[in-house]
């Protein structure tokens, strides 16, 4: 241990912990994973925790950091020098109540945390804010992540904005042309890999441990502790008031895992006194976390497919942590096909809110968890969206038109050609529209 003498800098108020082997690594070590291969975990000393008197009370500052939804928490997430934080403001997202979209899934009322509203259009800002600022305090200056497109998206725009290079490895033809395009504009360096981001995501490991760069996929453990944010943020949204069910999309599993880490952390503290079940959703297409639970056995990867692209992941990084959070949240794992996440996905559209696909698996997990009796009708849920409906503007123009391959458009909205004379559109208009 160093004193006061020899120590130039102090020791971080945390470490990190292997979730294999419970090995433990320095705050500042340079790495993703143990040495067993495990994946790491930000073990917090807390030495300062903040009331929610505190909390409440920089809701109401001008500071950037008290406006930040991921650095208002930041005693809870990573106390580290102001001057290493890279924020845009992320967070601050609308919690909606969505009667609409709450009579379709059978319950009495619902209310949907829309992520898409954060500054790139995913949950992933509150990651990525955490995931950089890290990055600019460990002295790296090129930082890389493989993507189905959100976290690419955001890593771009805020290593342009904190001045680093940014490296994006995307499986060719896989990714939305919302989020490729965001990867362009922000000007990372993006590398189309043949095969799929299971392969992408195999890469960069190997080319970050080999060139010195800074690996920011949800590996890294602290975009996992700006992503507990979302959790904090509902819970402050609902007065401290935990709900019963917080239901949420997985793919790479990092955001699941982060929720369950975060809303421990909460109760531990006592910022709230129970802790919500999660409710992890996944596409039939990408389901190993489903087949794992049921079975209550290891992950088994499996070859990805589907229309939700930003969860076509077939060999989640997060695998150990999520199921843990599941553990310790009385959780449970559901899937949904292809048909009931379009359809989700109409219903969230039509209703003003909107998303991306992926995140309206949350929306038709809900439809199933609450057919199934496992979430009551009268039960308190929370539903998150992970992602903007102008993220893949492809599917929702495909599903309006019925030209969705293999997909029924079962709540269509077609735009209707008309002849650009007066009296067409009069007929047309007093003919009515069918309800949808
Ligand atoms: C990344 C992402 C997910 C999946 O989150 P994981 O942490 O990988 O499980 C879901 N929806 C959207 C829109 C995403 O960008
Ligand atoms: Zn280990």
Not at 22 to 28: A, I, K, N, S, V
Not at 118 to 132: E, I, L, Q, Y
Not at 414 to 424: I, K, S, T
Request: hydrophobic fraction near 40%; aromatic fraction near 6%.
């Amino acid at each position: 241990m160093s004193t006061a003498h020899d120590a130039p800098t102090s020791d971080p108020p945390f470490h990190l912990r292997c979730v294999e082997c419970g090995g433990d690594w320095p705050g500042l070590a340079l790495r993703s994973r143990c040495d067993c291969g495990g994946t790491l975990d930000v073990v917090h000393a807390f030495p300062d925790p903040p009331s929610r008197a505190l909390l409440d009370a920089r809701l109401g500052s001008k500071q950037p950091l008290d406006r930040s939804g991921v650095w208002r928490y930041r005693e809870l997430i990573l106390p580290v020098e102001p001057e290493f934080v890279a924020t845009r403001r992320e967070g601050n997202t609308g919690l909606y109540d969505a009667p609409r979209v709450a009579t379709y899934v059978g319950l009495d009322a619902l209310s949907l945390k829309h992520e898409g509203e954060n500054p790139t259009g995913s949950f992933k800002d509150r990651g990525m804010t955490a995931g950089v600022t890290m990055a600019r305090k460990l002295g790296m200056t090129r930082v890389a992540c493989a993507s189905t497109g959100n976290t690419s998206a955001s890593m771009a725009a805020y290593a342009a904005a904190a001045g680093l290079e940014a490296l994006v490895f995307i499986p060719e033809g896989k990714i939305a042309y919302g989020k490729l395009s965001q990867a362009l504009a922000y000007g990372a360096r993006t590398l189309q890999i043949e095969g799929d981001f299971d392969a992408a995501m195999k890469l960069v490991q190997a080319v970050c441990d080999d060139e010195g760069v800074y690996l920011l996929n949800s590996i890294n453990p602290f975009r996992i502790e700006g992503q507990k944010a979302i959790g904090f943020e509902i819970l402050q949204d609902l007065d401290w008031r935990a709900p019963d069910w917080i239901v949420l999309p997985g793919g790479n599993l990092g955001n699941s895992s982060a929720l369950a880490k975060g809303l421990g952390e909460l109760r531990a503290l006592g910022l709230i006194d129970r802790l919500p079940r999660i409710a992890v959703v996944q596409a039939a297409g990408a389901n190993p976390l489903y087949t794992a639970w049921r079975a209550a056995r290891d992950l088994v990867p499996v070859r990805a497919q589907t229309i939700a692209t930003a969860i076509q992941i077939g060999d989640p990084v997060s695998w150990r942590k999520c199921l843990r959070g599941l553990a310790e949240t009385d959780g449970v794992v559901t899937e949904v096909d292809d048909q009931a996440i379009v359809d989700a996905k109409a219903q969230v559209d039509a209703a003003g809110i909107g998303a991306e696909p992926a995140s309206c698996a949350t929306v038709a997990g809900l439809k199933r968890l609450v057919a199934e009796g496992v979430i009551a009708p009268d039960a308190h849920v929370v539903g998150v969206l992970t992602g903007h409906l102008l993220k893949d503007p492809d599917v929702v123009v495909h599903y309006h038109q019925g030209t969705l391959a293999g997909l029924r458009s079962t709540f269509a909205n077609a735009p209707v050609r008309v002849r650009g004379e007066l009296d067409e559109v009069r007929r047309l208009l007093r003919a009515g529209r069918a309800p949808r």
